[in-house]
């Protein structure tokens, strides 16, 4: 017998039958880990549910900040110079336009040393001017350049130059303005502005605080949204806040009557009394009647 008659065929297997998986016990830690990953996946969303409320709220603020910060820069020349109201830009004062528009250019932050100087004066390029007038009033109607003057300044323009000549002095000006309302229509927004004094802020000496002082008056300041920008389109007067009168008490002094309506009691009081005189006559006549009477009886 060689030997291969010695090797044996190995024995077929057959397939197994899927042994059940053993029963898995869930313990009361396992349960409580389970738990808590939960709640912290739960509070993981929650969080950034609340980053994303409190990102879009802060640039929802900016967003009004950045949009009342525009508001303002239409307002504030138009406090500080004090303008004349109007219902639309083709009845605006050039004047008060081109000297809002100077003003507006002096205030905005300009590097005076990029600018040339004349004696006591800056020159300031009527180019610039120009531009803030577009800026503030639009294209409708074209800037008309010349001296225009202030409280207690004048901006004197050389036309042969093309510059306005600017005094080095500090210009305060009388009002500045508080937005206390906006309304929105159409392509346009109303602001309801107050005009603050300026001379009559206050400051705490220890905390350095400033106290505003109560508007002089309020105006309606109307931007109107163009294709082009934004523009000024009217300034409307207000006057002060309607307030409530309180009743008027009597007193000694509106208890005297009126001219008219003491001659009308002085007409009336007359009538009284010459009916009284009437009165008296008529009783004296009859007195002396029956009188008569009695004598002739008696005779």
Same mark, same amino acid.
């Given at each position: 017998?060689?030997?291969?008659?010695?090797?044996?065929?190995?024995?077929?297997?057959?397939?197994?039958?899927?042994?059940?998986?053993?029963?898995?016990?869930?313990?009361?830690?396992? =349960?409580?880990?389970?738990?808590?990953?939960?709640?912290?996946?739960?509070?993981?969303?929650?969080?950034?549910?609340?980053?994303?409320?409190?990102?879009?709220?802060?640039?929802?603020?900016?967003?009004?900040?950045?949009?009342?910060?525009?508001?303002?820069?239409?307002?504030?020349? =138009?406090?500080?110079?004090?303008?004349?109201?109007?219902?639309?830009?083709?009845?605006?004062?050039?004047?008060?336009?081109?000297?809002?528009?100077?003003?507006?250019?002096?205030?905005?932050?300009?590097?005076?040393?990029?600018?040339? *100087?004349?004696?006591? *004066?800056?020159?300031?390029?009527?180019?610039?001017?120009?531009?803030?007038?577009?800026?503030?009033?639009?294209?409708?109607?074209?800037?008309?350049?010349?001296?225009?003057?202030? *409280?207690?300044?004048?901006?004197?323009?050389?036309?042969?130059?093309?510059? *306005?000549?600017?005094?080095?002095?500090?210009?305060?000006?009388?009002?500045?303005?508080?937005?206390?309302?906006?309304?929105?229509?159409?392509?346009?927004? =109303?602001?309801? =502005?107050?005009?603050?004094?300026?001379?009559?802020?206050?400051?705490?000496?220890?905390?350095?605080?400033?106290?505003?002082?109560?508007?002089?008056?309020?105006?309606?300041?109307?931007?109107?949204?163009?294709?082009?920008?934004?523009?000024?389109?009217?300034?409307?007067?207000?006057?002060?806040?309607?307030?409530?009168?309180?009743?008027?008490?009597?007193?000694?002094?509106?208890?005297?009557?009126?001219?008219?309506?003491?001659?009308?009691?002085?007409?009336?009081?007359?009538?009284?009394?010459?009916?009284?005189?009437?009165?008296?006559?008529?009783?004296?006549?009859?007195?002396?009647?029956?009188?008569?009477?009695?004598?002739?009886?008696?005779?």
């Amino acid at each position: 017998m060689s030997y291969y008659d010695y090797l044996t065929e190995p024995e077929e297997q057959l397939p197994q039958e899927p042994q059940p998986a053993p029963e898995q016990k869930h313990s009361p830690l396992n =349960v409580f880990i389970g738990i808590v990953v939960i709640l912290l996946a739960c509070f993981g969303v929650y969080q950034l549910a609340v980053m994303g409320v409190d990102l879009a709220r802060s640039k929802k603020n900016d967003a009004d900040a950045a949009q009342t910060a525009d508001y303002y820069s239409y307002v504030i020349p =138009v406090a500080a110079i004090n303008m004349v109201p109007f219902e639309d830009v083709a009845a605006a004062d050039m004047n008060e336009m081109v000297e809002l528009s100077v003003w507006s250019v002096l205030n905005s932050a300009l590097d005076s040393t990029q600018y040339q *100087y004349s004696g006591d *004066y800056l020159l300031l390029p009527e180019g610039q001017v120009t531009a803030a007038f577009v800026h503030f009033f639009g294209m409708g109607r074209a800037i008309v350049h010349a001296t225009v003057s202030g *409280y207690g300044y004048e901006f004197t323009y050389d036309a042969a130059a093309h510059v *306005y000549k600017i005094p080095l002095t500090t210009i305060t000006p009388v009002y500045a303005p508080t937005i206390t309302d906006t309304e929105t229509k159409g392509d346009s927004v =109303v602001l309801t =502005v107050g005009y603050l004094n300026t001379g009559l802020y206050t400051q705490n000496s220890r905390t350095g605080e400033l106290s505003l002082p109560e508007p002089d008056r309020y105006v309606k300041v109307t931007l109107r949204t163009a294709s082009t920008g934004t523009y000024i389109s009217s300034v409307r007067a207000l006057g002060l806040p309607e307030t409530a009168v309180p009743a008027q008490q009597p007193t000694a002094a509106s208890a005297v009557p009126s001219t008219e309506e003491a001659s009308s009691e002085d007409a009336s009081g007359e009538g009284e009394s010459s009916s009284g005189d009437e009165t008296e006559a008529e009783t004296s006549e009859n007195e002396a009647d029956e009188e008569t009477e009695e004598a002739d009886d008696e005779g």
